[in-house]
């Protein structure tokens, strides 16, 4: 013979058995949740990055310094419409496009 408590057999009858409603269980929230993530993760800084590449090569001026994406270290000796002639050693002279201008340290600043 088995004596129950009332507690316990009531307390089945209390558990409720509806779904739980969540926010990021719809897959289209979670989708629009994720894309937005990855544009201020990921593209916006890329982007704001860009920006400011494209400025300092639109300001190269003769005499500043540049780095190369390739690493080759020089000073801006002419600036044309789509190249930028290198010097980086006495006599030797580089024809790079703007492009591959990877850092500019202008000629007034202090290099670090």
């Known amino acids: 013979m088995t004596l129950m408590h009332p507690l316990f057999s009531t307390s089945l009858l209390a558990v409720d058995t509806a779904p739980q409603q969540n926010i990021l269980g719809n897959p289209v929230v979670f989708m629009v949740g994720i894309a937005v993530m990855f544009y201020f993760l990921l593209i916006r800084p890329q982007q704001k990055q860009r920006k400011e590449q494209v400025a300092r090569i639109a ?13 080759i270290h020089g000073i801006v000796h002419n ?8 010097k980086v050693a006495e006599g030797i002279m580089i024809e790079f496009d703007k492009l591959a201008i990877s850092i500019v340290n202008k000629k007034d600043s202090a290099v670090k």
């Open 59 to 71: 300001a190269l001026q003769n005499g500043d310094k540049v780095v190369t994406s390739s690493g």
């Open 79 to 86: 600036v044309k419409e789509h190249t930028v002639v290198v």
